[in-house]
């Protein structure tokens, strides 16, 4: 598929589940470059010409559409920051795959830091899907550093899946969000760190608009000699509604620090947050052994279950 | 069969042993529903859950077909057949109803196949089968659930730790009529339920009385419930509801 080799179309299955060219609107990058790009009647993908990216443009009442733009990297020491700007227009309801995947069979570190900013426009609905993956057995490290900012106008809605399961040794998640009266941002993060990786996911949400709501939750696992940060603050500008959650299973050596933060600069602002860390519970290890499962069998189902 | 040999167990209390079971010997076969009562306190939860191995005894030894499964882990004797339903299920967060229910029954599930168990404990699968087993879901659902995953194991012995803790009353009656078809559709395999309750003695062909430890009578039911008429041994589910209740 598009001159990628066995090792970028493997990648390429495990962030963006692609295994063809996908229909719609995409971008495929590998080793950055663009090795496949298609823009459809509505959804127009113009590459940036001051710096390496995108600008994704989707016009206004587009339905049911897609874009895909996953990233390859699978040469040892490459080292790139992307731009990519997404602007959804009025009314439009999309999805957008993103998601990058790094191999590194080298040495040296390889990493790709992809600047997303999202432009939401009025009542305009967007999901945004993305993996991070990593793998190789190089000593070079895998290092993923995202930023998302999301502007959401009037009645914007924005659902956001981010997803780094596996490979990744370091990564700092930066997510930012605006909201314009009654928007709506839902974002689900799913984190699992081993070895001696280190994930550090902070969040900025500020509720500005009348009837604006935004619901954080983050699901993690830490095994090993790993470490994470969550740090979220939601900022509770008006008549709002906020949830931020962190709920994390530590095992092993894994350390984790949660820092939930709200800040409330309006009397009718409605905040939440709730934080959990704690191991796996060992009467639930106790009951999947009764109905026949090992102790290690136990264990898997439930942190593959708990960040599902 | 099951047969335990002069079992004990005793648990750490402020660094004195305290003793749970004593020396207890008792033979469970094939093909009976047995049930378990006596004074709260007494030991009847621990002895269910040194049969399924969640706790190990001091002394004696435990033999499930033949087989001495003292030294065999939870996962071992599940295997080998023996299901245990938990006094408190237990929840979880992102497993499901229908992750719970195809991990019992060990094998790929088709969700009519789930639906199945679902339904016979009362359950509108529809309702459920995407359900995580979470906070959720009440005392009584997730208990339900609890009982379904116990029937999706056809195991050759099951175990119900008080069944009927936490259900409610219309649940209690359907209940009745789980144990009663089990002990129908799995006439080689047994049935041992931990509970004090009248309704649920009834349904036994065989009852073991234990307090402080120790094995206080055991027989036909026929001739050990009359004894136990009135006492703490035999309660009644709901003063009220009793003299009305009818048999689902």
Known sequence: MLGLNDIQQRILREVADLHTVPVGAY???ANGRSVGRQSTENIEIIPKTDVSGLEIRIKPGTRNESVHIPVVLSESGLSEVVYN???????ADVVIVAGCGIDNCGTHDSRHDGIHRF???ANAKVKYVEKHYGSGTGSGKRILNPVTEVYLEQGGYAEMEMVQIEGVDDTERTTKAELASGAKLIVRERLMTHGSQRAISAYKVALNGEGSSADVVSRSVAKDDSYQKFDATLYGNSVCRGHSECDSIIMDNGRILAVPALEANCVDAELVHEAAIGKIAGEQITKLMTLGLTEKEAEEQIINGFLR | MLELKNVSFSVDDAGQGKEIIRNI???????RLVVVTGPNGGGKSTLARLIAGIETPDEGSIIFNGRDITAESVTERARMGIAFAFQQPVRFKGINVFDLIRIAAGRQLSVSDACEYLSSVGLCARDYIEREVNASLSGGELKRIEIATVLARGAKLSIFDEPEAGIDLWSFR?????FRRMRETTKDSSILIISHQERILQIADEIIVISEGRVKSQGEASKVFPGLVGTASAQKTCPKA?????EV
Do not use: A, M, Q, W
């Open chain 2, 242 to 246: 009793e003299p009305c209740g009818t």
């Open chain 1, 119 to 121: 432009f939401v426009g």
């Open chain 1, 27 to 29: 971008n495929i990058r």
């Open chain 2, 25 to 31: 010997d008792l033979k469970i076969p094939d093909g």
């Open chain 2, 174 to 178: 359907n209940l009745i009529g789980v």
């Open chain 1, 85 to 91: 700007d997404f602007y959804i227009g009025e009314g």
